[in-house]
């Protein structure tokens, strides 16, 4: 199977495109600036230079592949809103509307549980209230993306499949360091908790849904088997500051975690890394 991979030079593409080559996969890449793909096309990646920005340059890149694989996005801390809702929503669909075009079989597009809100009162479901709206663009954006290609599911028959992830870590990735500004930023709380998934098991997860049939149109959650409160994930990295002393009481013990049966129940998924705590003692944090 050929796969075209965008955003593979991003924290989740830079670690997934190599795990896709190693199972055999012939993989071409969307980015920006060849320069940056040197390693990957090293490793046997096909290069191919566009923009999400730029709908010329999408049926070249679609053009001969089977499956897509939509990983690239503008992040919820930059303050371009506007770049954020053109790249995570307009991008999406243009990428979309291309591989309709160029009868490209599977078309996977990597969201986020951020799309979630809060005061559901149980772990965030598949179909769980998402506000396009949401006046966080990075949210609303994916949120919106993820509405109009189910649209394309039911109008244009396209086999999309939406995997919300939760926080990736780990294989060296900054991530967990580099959002401590953030939760001090937003004052979150000590006890709120966080539900992660490793590099390992976002792969696992792809290449389960680029592998198994019967699967278009739906939506699935993937995390790991224990949400880390923020106060650990914080002691790990030694910025227990970032909290307020006087943050009061957790309103929503549930916000932040997600319901992954579906995954589990549909796809047969297991994590293959369970915890913060087991990557931690397999040195692969």
């Known amino acids: 199977?050929?796969?075209?991979?965008?955003g593979a030079t991003g924290k989740v593409g830079s670690r997934l495109v190599p795990r896709l080559l190693a199972k055999g996969?012939?993989?071409?890449?969307?980015?920006r600036d060849a320069a940056k793909a040197e390693d990957l096309a090293a490793l046997g990646a096909e290069v191919a230079t566009g923009d999400l920005f730029d709908a010329t340059t999408l049926p070249a890149a679609v053009e001969g592949v089977e499956a897509v694989i939509h990983l690239a996005a503008l992040f919820r801390t930059f303050t371009d809103n506007e770049g954020i809702?053109?790249?995570?929503?307009?991008?999406?669909?243009a990428l979309a509307d291309a591989s309709i075009d160029a009868n490209v079989k599977r078309f996977i597009f990597v969201s986020t549980g951020n799309v979630y809100g809060s005061g559901y009162g149980?772990?965030?479901r598949e179909d769980d209230f998402v506000n396009i709206n949401d006046p966080r663009?990075?949210?609303?954006?994916k949120a919106a993306a993820e509405q109009e290609l189910l649209e394309l599911h039911k109008t244009k028959n396209l086999d999309v499949r939406v995997l919300r992830l939760g926080f990736v870590y780990g294989d060296q990735d900054p991530h967990i360091p580099e959002i401590m500004p953030l939760l001090k930023k937003m004052k979150r709380h000590s006890g709120s908790r966080m539900h992660m998934v490793h590099h390992l098991d976002v792969a696992q997860a792809l290449i389960l849904l680029l592998q198994q049939n019967g699967l278009d149109g739906e939506v699935f959650n993937i995390c790991d088997d224990a949400p880390i409160t923020l106060y650990e994930l914080a002691e790990s990295v030694g910025a227990v500051?970032?909290?307020?002393?006087?943050?009061?009481?957790?309103n929503d013990p549930f916000e932040?975690?997600?319901?992954?049966?579906?995954?589990?129940?549909?796809?047969?998924?297991?994590?293959?890394v369970p915890s913060f705590y087991v990557a931690r003692d397999l040195d692969i944090l």
């Not at 996969?25 to 980015?31: Q, W």
């Not at 809702?85 to 669909?93: D, L, R």
């Open 241 to 250: 500051d970032v909290f307020h002393e006087d943050e009061g009481p957790l």
């Open 256 to 272: 932040g975690i997600l319901d992954t049966n579906k995954l589990r129940k549909v796809t047969g998924f297991r994590p293959l």
């Open 122 to 124: 149980h772990p965030a």
């Open 85 to 93: 809702i053109k790249t995570n929503h307009a991008g999406t669909i």
């Open 1 to 6: 199977m050929k796969i075209l991979v965008t």
């Open 25 to 31: 996969y012939k993989v071409r890449i969307l980015v």
């Open 137 to 141: 663009a990075y949210s609303s954006s």
